[in-house]
């Protein structure tokens, strides 16, 4: 069973669309990330996010965490071949202590120029 | 300031042998994760440790597979005797205590079992 569910897994679009990638469970999470992780490469944060109904923007990237703190979207605007890569949203359970970070199974994206 | 380091970097062994992981974690990391990623999936947690001590090794299959954090720093993850779906990267990640879920990753080390 997927703690995390990512959607979609796949995406492929033309440089300057928009997209969104979803991230959601039943669980409630004391935190929330997004990595970006390129081929050979460990993932890398892209951002955290903690608070329910948060929302935070990095450039291009807008990260949203829901009320409820169970699910969270990534928004990318005019995306650049430079954003391909696997995206992978992580959810922390328990105190931010000892949290155990939990992935969903990620959203490979395709920029085509 | 130094990342998450981890060797060897690739290894192909033949079924039933055993192989061993290493990793360094950034200094004053406390928490340390060893992940397996399957190719174009999601890292799958396999143990995390606090210190020299287990938080979690819930997914460890443990018949085969066995961690160790000697004086909270260095880790290694050791597979005895190794399957062909063992095959996937091991990541391993660190991070500090009290700081929510910001993990640090290695660049991981890519396993084939052949």
């Known amino acids: 069973t997927q703690l995390l569910e990512q959607s979609p897994q796949f995406l492929s679009i033309q440089e300057g669309e928009n997209l969104t990638v979803y991230c959601n469970s039943s669980s409630v999470f004391s935190s929330l990330q997004w990595y970006r992780q390129e081929p050979g490469e460990g993932p890398v944060l892209l951002v955290t996010v903690v608070t329910g109904g948060e929302v935070k923007k990095l450039k291009r990237l807008t990260f949203q965490f829901g009320d409820a703190r169970k699910d969270s979207s990534l928004h990318i605007t005019a995306a650049q071949p430079g954003d391909t890569g696997l995206y992978l949203c992580a959810g922390e359970m328990g105190s931010g202590n000892t949290g155990k970070l939990i992935f969903g199974q990620g959203t490979t994206l395709q920029v085509k120029p | 300031e130094a990342g998450v380091a981890q060797s060897p970097r690739y290894k192909i062994i033949e079924k039933r042998q055993s192989v061993a992981f290493w990793c360094n974690p950034i200094?004053?990391?406390?928490?340390l994760y060893w992940y397996q990623q399957i190719l174009g999936q999601g890292p799958k947690l396999l143990i995390q440790?606090?210190?020299?001590?287990?938080?979690?090794d819930s997914q460890l299959p443990k018949d085969r597979f066995s961690a160790e954090r000697l004086k909270g720093v260095d880790s290694t993850l050791k597979i005895q005797p190794a399957k062909l779906e063992d095959s996937a990267v091991y990541l391993c990640a660190s991070s500090l205590t009290g700081v929510y879920g910001e993990a640090f990753f290695g660049q991981g080390t890519r396993l084939t079992v052949v």
């Open positions: 440790f606090q210190n020299n001590g287990v938080v979690d």
């Open positions: 200094s004053g990391h406390a928490t």
